[in-house]
């Protein structure tokens, strides 16, 4: 059976539209949104949880980065970001317990300081859109593959390389980061993930182009 090809979708007011018409009477809906560095995923799902309203929570994967110093031990802190720099069984378990409404609490992360906050976020009690985003979530590598199949509805964003280069270039340079060290760590580090994760990617449900 052929996978059906995903929607292309114009902008978050249209992905907002399609989820609220998604939601069960009496259910928790699971949406990811999914992109690679620099696609913008963060700002659209913040923008789709404001646009769904006090029903959403927006839930970064962010907050399972592996600790700084547990990466250094591993000789990965230089690829911080990559898939194997998070801890993935600990994400699996949250998707499943807020579901199930085992818990109401997720890890946060504080980009300034590099470091995850334990209790970062609450699921409200009458929260019944669960939004998730990540750049691995529609990830299609041995552990990560798994994931999909609690999403009810998946967003991809599709951005070309070259404009992701730029993008990512320029994250390091609004850190304040000198030019020749932002270009550095940006394709030695995180245009690699970008293409480990366009290369790999899952079906989706929808896809926004050049956000």
Same mark, same amino acid.
């Given at each position: 059976m052929s996978t059906p090809r995903p929607i292309i979708m114009k902008n978050a007011k249209e992905i907002? &539209? &399609?989820i609220a018409e998604m939601l069960p009477a009496d259910d928790r809906l699971l949406v990811a949104v999914a992109g690679a560095p620099g696609s913008g995923k963060s700002t659209i799902a913040a923008t789709i949880a404001d646009q769904l309203g006090a029903c959403c929570c927006l839930i970064p994967m962010d907050g399972f980065h592996l600790d700084n110093s547990v990466l250094e031990e591993r000789g990965l802190l230089p690829k911080k970001g990559a898939p194997e720099t998070f801890d993935l069984d600990g994400f699996k378990r949250l998707i /499943?317990?807020?579901k199930q409404r085992k818990t109401n609490i997720f890890p946060g992360f504080d980009r300034a300081a590099d470091c995850v906050i334990a209790q970062g976020g !609450? /699921?409200?009690d009458d929260a019944r859109i669960l939004l998730f985003e990540g750049n691995y979530l529609l990830f299609d590598e041995a552990g990560w593959a798994s994931l999909a199949k609690h999403w009810d509805a998946s967003l991809w964003l599709d951005v070309p390389?070259?404009?992701l280069e730029k993008r990512l270039i320029q994250r390091w340079l609004?850190?304040?980061?000198p030019k020749e060290q932002a270009e550095l760590r940006a394709r030695g580090n995180d245009l690699v993930? &970008?293409?480990r994760v366009m290369n790999n990617a899952l079906p989706s449900t929808?896809? !926004?182009t050049n956000t």
């Open positions: 907002s &539209a &399609a /499943v317990d807020l !609450i /699921v409200p390389e070259e404009e609004d850190h304040g980061m993930n &970008a293409q929808w896809v !926004i």
